[in-house]
């Protein structure tokens, strides 16, 4: 049988049990209530009619006896006698009982007779001994009867409650302890039954673990637990088959994947997470001018020792690993053939999580080199040719300025209202032109790697006051505030004053540019740390997430609409930015504003 059907059928049987203890308690707790109900109903009626009887007999006796207004005094009273009779024969509820209630009718009816005959005001002593008395003897003998059969019933009734009450707790006593009993058996045997089949597939499972793949379980029950150890056998035997099977397939992937290697242009060296050499194509064991023998399965730091360009392609390795960051590597020159050589470097560290847990870890690292010598001829010339073009262009440049500050010389002669419109157009177009060319020199400079920094101490509010006073030609014609904030701010700042002050221009003439009217510009410097924080803020459209870090590459423009700018601004400042140490960034979102900051190490603080 299945384990599902035997959990089910056990479930099913408590089940049953439960239904069966209930509908039991249920049962006899009804006839309880029935029997005790039974008691408390009918019989009681009777007794509180029996009372009403005997208690009118008496207060006629009474009145008779006092012989105060007869008449009016008994006529209530025989009304009682009457009405209570007539509940009383329809309140039956034993078999000797109705003729008795028919006898007491009867001498009820004598008793009314007779008061009627003789007169209710004529009632004397002896009539009341002679006829009135014995009548009313008989009627309180009889309720006495009647009251005595309905508490012999009631006596009765009670004994059958308590019988039933006997008996329900006996059935419920015998069918509890009897569910207890199976309970307990299921209880003891329902975890044993499911848990030893457990043990045996964990101690398997740790055997297989180990790389016992030999370890078998018996699979003869019908059960769920007999197909698993059927299917866990099939597993063991495939492993096995696996084992023995897979080292020459391993071996064959490994000499295909040296070919592949060998085949690549790039120089591939792999370690494992030991620093030891497992592989090294041909380009790379011609670079080093060692022979495979001396360098596969050795120590990296060891072949270090032998060959510098092995020393430089570990140096990185040597500080540890972290899976946090991207890293630049700088280029790696070597002399080829004769020759020198420009490579690109990049260092893979490989990582892999093990199976049943949340962390990584190290298991080797492949060092790659790429051959970037025709690439950085061409930027080198490429570089030229732009520093070549900008200086070229700056003799019409200040030609073209020369000429139109002699038509503003008054001794030109005065200019006409369209003369002096195409003139501001032509300064306007002059000194846009001479910006990008000072910018196309700018990133010349950086690219060539022949930026000069000049690194001095300046204080914000220094740096901020220049700032702000190279854009005030900006502001003409547009309403818009520039404000400065730099309370509680006494420090000074390792930086080249001059790049320091272009950066934060640039920041406030493009904020200028996307600033909307009667919108404010905030300059801010504060202290974060050990650093020092300038920013400027306007409350422009803002910049979507996604294209805060194309802001700071070359030639970008987020809007293919913008008429002003090269889009070199910004990845000038970074440039600048970077090479004096310190950080560039933005803060924004689409339709609120955006605030460029930079920070650079506090060096003094005033």
């Known amino acids: 049988m299945k384990v599902k059907h035997k959990l089910s059928l056990s479930l ?8 069966l203890l209930s509908s039991t308690g249920v049962y006899y707790l009804s006839q309880l209530a029935t029997d005790s109900a039974a008691i408390l109903k009918d019989n009681n009626r009777t007794l509180s009619y029996m009372r009403n009887i005997d208690k009118a007999v008496d207060q006629i006796q009474s009145a008779i006896i006092s012989g105060n207004n007869v008449e009016t005094e008994l006529t209530p009273y025989l009304q009682t006698l009457t009405e209570n009779i007539k509940l009383q024969q329809e309140n039956i509820t034993e078999p000797a009982e109705q003729n008795i209630t028919d006898k007491l009718e009867a001498n009820l009816n004598r008793l009314t007779l007779v008061l009627r005959d003789t007169g209710l005001d004529s009632i004397s002593r002896d009539s009341y001994s002679s006829n009135l ?10 309720t006495d009867d009647i009251y005595l059969i309905n508490e012999k019933t009631m006596i009765r009734k009670n ?10 707790v006996l059935y419920m006593g015998i069918v509890g302890s009897a569910s207890v009993l199976i309970g307990l058996m299921l209880l003891f045997w ?3 039954y499911i848990s030893k089949p457990l043990a045996t597939f964990n101690k398997a499972i740790g055997e297989i673990a180990r790389g016992n793949y030999k370890q078998t379980i018996s699979g003869e029950s019908k059960d769920e637990f007999g197909e698993l150890a059927r299917s866990f056998n099939t597993m063991a035997a495939k492993l096995d088959e696996y084992e023995h099977s897979s080292l020459a397939k391993i071996l064959k992937e490994q000499k295909r994947l040296n070919a592949l290697i060998n085949q690549l242009d790039e120089v591939v060296l792999g370690l494992d997470e030991s620093k030891r050499v497992i592989f090294a194509n041909e380009h790379c064991l011609q670079l080093l001018d060692l022979p495979k023998n001396e360098v596969i399965n050795k120590y990296a730091p060891d072949i270090a020792i032998k060959s510098p360009l092995m020393s430089n392609l570990i140096q990185e390795l040597m500080m540890g690993y972290s899976s946090k960051g991207a890293k630049n590597y700088q280029p790696v020159k070597i002399v080829e053939n004769n020759k020198d050589k420009l490579y690109s470097k990049n260092v893979i560290d490989v990582a892999t999580k093990p199976t049943g847990e949340d962390r990584r870890i190290l ?29 070229e262009l700056k003799t019409p440049v200040a030609a073209i300025d020369m000429s139109a500050k002699l038509l503003r010389n008054p001794k030109s002669g005065p200019l006409s209202g369209n003369q002096e419109e195409l003139l501001a157009t032509i300064e306007g177009n002059n ?38 006073d190279g854009v005030h030609l900006f502001l003409d014609g547009k309403n818009l505030k520039i404000t400065k904030n730099i309370e509680g701010v006494h420090s000074f700042i390792k930086v080249d004053a001059h790049k320091t002050v272009w950066v934060l221009n640039n920041f406030l003439t493009n904020a200028i540019r996307y600033a909307p009217e009667g919108s404010t510009i905030d300059v801010k410097a504060e202290m974060v740390g050990s ?28 809007s ?3 008429t002003g700018g090269t889009g070199l601004g910004l990845a000038i400042s970074k440039e600048f930015v970077e090479a004096m140490g310190g950080k560039i960034g933005v803060q924004s979102s689409a339709n609120h504003g955006a605030t460029f900051w930079i920070t650079f190490p506090i060096s003094k603080l005033t």
Not at 159 to 166: C, K, M, P, S
Not at 440 to 463: F, P, R
Not at 531 to 557: E, H, M, P, W, Y
């Open 12 to 19: 099913a049987f408590l089940f049953a049990v439960i239904i």
């Open 133 to 142: 008395l014995p009548v009313m003897q008989e009627i309180k003998s009889i």
């Open 159 to 168: 004994e059958q409650a308590n019988a039933t009450a006997d008996k329900t």
């Open 190 to 192: 329902l975890p044993a």
């Open 363 to 391: 298991v080797g690292h492949v060092v790659l080199l790429t051959d970037i010598t025709d690439f950085s001829e061409k930027d080198k010339a490429k570089t030229h040719f732009i520093a070549t073009l900008s200086h």
């Open 431 to 468: 000194e846009r032109i001479r910006r990008m060319i000072n910018e196309v020199l700018d990133v010349s400079k950086i690219e060539s790697g022949t930026i000069d920094v000049k690194m001095g101490e300046a204080s914000a509010e220094d740096l901020i006051d220049n700032a702000i």
């Open 531 to 558: 650093r020092l924080k300038i920013s400027v803020t306007d409350q422009g459209k803002g910049i979507a997430t996604d294209d805060q870090q194309k802001v700071f590459l070359k030639f970008n423009r987020l």
């Open 560 to 562: 293919k609409t913008e």
